[in-house]
């Protein structure tokens, strides 16, 4: 029974490290782009909804009508006015020039907020729990966040396999240079994909950022689980994400399970073994 | 009547050479004609100088875009600290060990970064560095989460005088980033370096010509490891305190000479050293404004990407046809044959 509770809590802790690694996904999927300044991006929309809940009162979960938006636009112009710059010239230019941006976000944040450390109220919820089948008790919360992460990768299935947008995605991501043949306006495109996976990189930000403090170096650990999950999970694979992510927290809740300190350790060793095992992750999809 | 031949030296190489010589002489004797400020600050430079050819070696030429140097930098600190605090090593054995502790951990690392590609791969080696800091933090024998110091003792061993001290630091600090430059400089004018200067313009027509790019590769990882841990060694001891963070920081020991190695040029041997020249003005001249000379490098390294991808050096090799330190070769026309 003490097992099956560390599967459990360990499962629904994989949810935020999904909702971490949506994003990257995404671009890796449409742009192949490895977003170095993912992470920093997460922590840059939870001091986004810090500002946002510090000037309106607005609780962290409204302020996402805020945040969401501003992430989005941020996400366009980046991919627009620079990342779509690198598409052509191999594997560096983007690599560098998202390692800038994640310094750059780094920095600005040290020297706007300080090094202190911060966090968003989510209120009760935070602290409640419910009893499951089993005689487990699970908290609300992770529950909630796990929640989230099916639905995201639910609305991202319908995105990609029922709309015209996820049709000319799929396209781009096929076949760059024919889907531009085809009319596809793909600089366009690519500003859409970046935006729309800042959307969920909002939401991770923002619900990370009401369980766990932050400060402005927070940002890459949090690509690194992010990565993790995708590895896992299998390149371009958006379930796939869903899995890597519980693996990771599966991994995760074990070492701490054995010793505290562990946690994060054994969610690194378990990538490490999974990626000599099976180098191109449990699902793969998209081929580099 | 002459016909052209290949040669590798050039004018401005030559001048370079015969330079050098003054310049070196003039950084030896910094220590009897200047202040213990410069001395740091060079022998910081020298130090930085190294870290950014080792990754010039990796990126530039052999395309292994690492993004985890700083394990190395970690792991070489570390090996000295416990070589020399736990097990009473003399400094200098325990500084040599380290550099080849290094190259030695670089062997299984090898075999999971090099099962990813690309920026993959760069992502896998910043993993690796973070399982070795979380490892160290754990580990009480290294001093966990609060690491080591070198005790006054082990210091004593490289002299007892503080002054002289600083001096035979200063100095190991030039031997081992000449050093190091010579190790890069040797190793690409050989039958590795043309293996890799070839992999660099082409790993595909490379590899279809009988250029083992795998061989290749390992070799380079692994030597850039070693003299990686070495260089880690050397800074540590200058810094006499050692903990996870510290040794494993990707922004100290990585990004910031990832930024060096882009700025100045990369893929060349000069370009490190004016990307080093540019990052140590840049913070001296904004060292009252906090972290915003960071910020200036990561906007200077992104204008620079988008617009000039070959660095300051490449911008300049574009318009005036010159190689300080020879590796490539050219044809040389005979004087009726020359254009114009």
Known sequence: MEWLNILVQGSLLGGIYALFAIGLSMSFGIMRLVNIAHGDLIVLSAYVALVVTDSTGLDPFSSLIVVVPIMFALGYVIQRGLLNLTLSGGLLPPLLVTFGISVIIQNALLAIFGAYTQRLKGGAIETASVHIPGGISVGVYPLLVFAVAVLSIGTLQILFYRTRLGRAFRAVSDDADTAELMGIDNRNLYALALGIAMIFTAIAGVLFAIRTIFDPAAGPIRLILAFEAVIIGGLGSIWGTLVGGMVLGIAQAVGSKLDPTWQILAGHVAFLFILIVRPNGLFPRTRD | ?340
Not at chain 2, 129 to 143: D, Y
Not at chain 2, 208 to 218: A, D, E, W
Request: aromatic share 10%; proline share 3%.
């Open chain 2, 1 to 340: 009547m002459e016909a052209e031949r290949v040669e590798r030296g050039t004018r401005a190489s030559r001048v370079v050479a015969y330079s050098a010589v003054p310049l070196l002489a003039a950084l030896v004797s910094l220590p009897w004609w200047s202040d213990a400020g410069t001395m740091r600050l060079v022998a910081e430079m020298a130090y930085y100088v190294a870290l950014a050819q080792l990754w010039n070696l990796l990126a530039g030429y052999a395309g292994l875009v690492s993004v985890g140097q700083q394990a190395y930098v970690g792991l070489g600190a570390y090996a000295l600290f416990y070589l020399t605090g736990a097990q009473n090593m003399h400094v200098y054995s325990a500084l040599l060990i380290a550099g080849l502790f290094s190259g030695l951990i670089a062997i299984p690392v090898s075999f999971a970064v090099f099962r990813l590609r690309g920026a993959y791969f760069a992502v896998g080696t910043w993993v690796v560095s973070e399982i070795f800091a979380l490892s160290a933090s754990l580990i009480n024998v290294l001093g966990g989460g609060s690491g080591l110091s070198l005790t006054p003792d082990i210091m004593r061993e490289i002299a007892i005088d503080r002054s002289d001290r600083d001096l035979i630091l200063y100095l190991l600090s030039l031997a081992i980033s000449v050093g190091v430059f010579a190790v890069v400089y040797l190793l690409l004018r050989s039958r590795q370096g043309l293996a890799l200067t070839a992999i660099r313009d082409s790993e595909a027509a490379s590899a279809s010509l009988g250029v083992n790019t795998f061989r290749t590769k390992f070799i380079i990882y692994l030597v850039t490891a070693a003299c990686t841990g070495l260089v880690g060694g050397l800074i540590f001891l200058q810094k006499l305190r050692l903990s996870p963070e510290a040794g494993f920081s990707v922004n100290d020991w990585t990004v910031v000479v990832i930024f060096m190695v882009v700025i100045g040029g990369i893929g060349t041997l000069e370009g490190p050293l004016i990307g080093m020249l540019v990052y140590i003005l840049l913070r001296e001249l904004l060292a009252d404004y906090g972290t915003i000379y960071l910020i200036l490098m990561g906007a200077l390294a992104i204008a620079i990407m988008l617009k000039a991808p070959s660095g300051i050096w490449g911008w300049v090799t574009q318009r005036y046809d010159v190689q300080l330190f020879p590796v490539g070769r050219r044809l040389a026309l005979a004087p009726a044959e020359k254009p114009q």
